[in-house]
């Protein structure tokens, strides 16, 4: 097979990028490791910055998306017991669009598949050729055949734990990571949410966060301890937990039920530079990822996934690869600042072991801060929404 881009990772990523090439006539691949109903399967993030709902119209898969999801315009804080509305739209023109990862990446399928884009899945021992002598290809089992793809460029989307990251050499690529101490133990319930927006609470017994995924849906998470396991949490433990994490506003309110969903996340900041190599381009988790706190890590790879996108587009349509050339810079530029924000929202809302009174006193005073000052409302704020391409 011969291609223009080939592109490793079915997930919302390389789905994204393989639809905006195809609707721009650069032919495009996506190769998956599982089936559709995995990736399907897996539930992940909804909260989406205006820049990927804009990508998502582009890509002409937004119907679903208009049809069905929340704008939000402000988020709730709250201090041992205590809570502030953050108003974004005193800051920001922007909001914040609740819908679920698996609904965005379904509705990429169906884009994909009714535009008669190629998608191959159940691929195995995938392999990248020559990156850096102007002829790259890809190697991959496919029913126990092995089948080549010589391509122009490759776009490795296919998560921290793919290949793609690894055909950079180890002597070329810095990577920078950081562990937190620490989990999100998560439930689904078919609920009503307790707010209209989300509530980021941070207690002397932990951090919590009320999310949801529609107007009958829930997404509920406590801190926990990193090697703790769902089977030691039932039901009614974790919803009294919860009650205990938030202000006695929202948890005097709090609708409970079975949960459909649980689930336990480690958190972690990791940075891999650069994020090209010769005909290699990485995107989003291949190449960073961040702690769930702030929602930044499915909004990231949307941000690589414009870069390479304009880029490959100013390529094949007006012969100018200067915009590949920046990729790494340009798309590392924006990466950090996200994780900047990240990490900041993490270390104020979290309860660490083993940490001294100052520490937690300090923790206290910058919620304090970001409750009575204006000024940093504002920088949350325009963080939040998503800072621009």
């Not at 592109?7 to 490791?33: F, K, M, W």
């Not at 002409?60 to 704008?71: F, H, I, P, T, Y």
């Amino acid at each position: 097979m011969r291609v223009q881009v080939a592109i490793i990772g079915g997930g919302p990523s390389g789905l994204l990028l393989g639809q905006l090439l195809h609707n721009a006539g650069i032919d495009a691949v996506v190769l998956e490791r599982r089936t559709r109903d995995y990736v399907l399967s897996r539930i992940r993030a909804g909260v989406l910055e205006s820049g990927l709902v804009d990508l998502m119209r582009e890509a002409g898969a937004d119907e679903r998306l208009k049809a069905e999801s929340l704008q939000h315009h402000g988020t709730v804080i709250a201090v041992n017991h205590q809570s502030v509305k953050i108003p974004f739209s005193r800051y920001t023109d922007k909001p914040v669009t609740v819908y679920g990862q698996t609904e965005l990446t379904a509705d990429l399928y169906n884009a994909r598949e009714k535009v008669g884009a190629k998608t191959i899945f159940n691929v195995a021992e995938v392999t990248l050729h020559d990156v850096k002598t102007g002829s790259p290809s890809v190697e991959y089992l496919l029913n126990g055949e092995k089948q080549y793809i010589a391509c122009d460029f490759i776009a490795g989307c296919d998560g921290f734990h793919g290949v793609s990251r690894q055909h950079i050499p180890q002597d070329v690529r810095t990577e920078y990571e950081k562990v937190y101490p620490f989990g999100w133990l998560g439930i689904l319930s078919e609920t009503k949410p307790v707010n209209d927006e989300l509530i980021y609470s941070r207690s002397d017994r932990g951090f919590a966060l009320c999310s949801m995924r529609n107007e009958n849906l829930s997404r509920y998470y406590v801190q926990c301890e990193i090697k703790d396991r769902t089977d030691n949490w039932s039901d009614i433990q974790f919803w009294e937990e919860l009650k205990k994490r938030i202000p006695d506003e929202f948890a005097d309110i709090l609708e409970t039920g079975p949960s459909i969903e649980k689930s336990i996340a480690p958190l972690r900041s990791f940075v891999c530079e650069p994020m090209q190599w010769g005909a290699l381009f990485l995107c989003g988790d291949a190449a960073h990822i961040v702690p769930p706190t702030g929602a930044k890590g499915l909004n990231t790879a949307a941000s690589d996934v414009y870069y390479l996108y304009k880029a490959l587009k100013q390529n094949y349509q007006n012969n100018d690869s200067q915009a590949l050339t920046d990729y790494s810079q340009t798309a590392l530029s924006r990466v950090w600042k996200v994780e900047r924000f990240s990490w900041w929202m993490t270390s104020m809302l979290h309860s660490f072991p083993g940490q001294s009174g100052f520490d937690s006193k300090i923790q206290e005073a910058e919620l304090r801060n970001l409750i009575d000052s204006e000024a940093a409302q504002e920088n949350m704020a325009i963080n939040y929404v998503g800072l621009p391409y």
